[in-house]
């Protein structure tokens, strides 16, 4: 069964570090291009960063400097490093081998950032 697992949320303080990890199972991630996403109550799923199979990221404008998205293909694994944690960056996070309507898709991890 083909499976990508986020983990590595949690509640921190502002200005905090969270890493997040992406693993997949029945799944060789590093093919894939693989995005970040997040949901904060009563909004849209957004783009947070995305790494494709070369290596090559994007970030979006709100994370940019602060978020650092990277990949262990040996373990199967794509990390978001995310450091100057700030209150708007509380959400579910998800990681996907797609975009918002395709691909495989995690349960998703609770960021939740407190001031």
């Known amino acids: 069964q083909v499976q990508v697992v986020e983990s590595g949320g949690g509640l921190v303080e502002v200005g905090g570090s969270l890493r997040l990890s992406c693993a997949g199972a029945?799944?060789?991630?590093?093919?894939?291009?693989i995005g970040w996403y997040r949901q904060a109550p009563g909004s849209q799923r957004e783009l947070v960063a995305r790494?494709?199979?070369?290596?090559?990221?994007f970030y979006a404008d709100s994370v940019k400097d602060r978020f650092t998205i990277s990949r262990d293909n040996a373990k199967n694994t794509v990390y978001l490093q995310m450091n100057s944690l700030k209150p708007e960056d509380t959400a579910v996070y998800y990681c996907?081998?797609?975009?918002?309507?395709?691909?495989?898709w995690g349960q998703g991890t609770q960021v939740t950032v407190s001031s």
């Open positions: 996907t081998t797609g975009g918002l309507n395709s691909g495989y």
């Open positions: 029945g799944i060789t991630l590093s093919i894939y291009r």
């Open positions: 790494i494709t199979s070369s290596g090559s990221t």
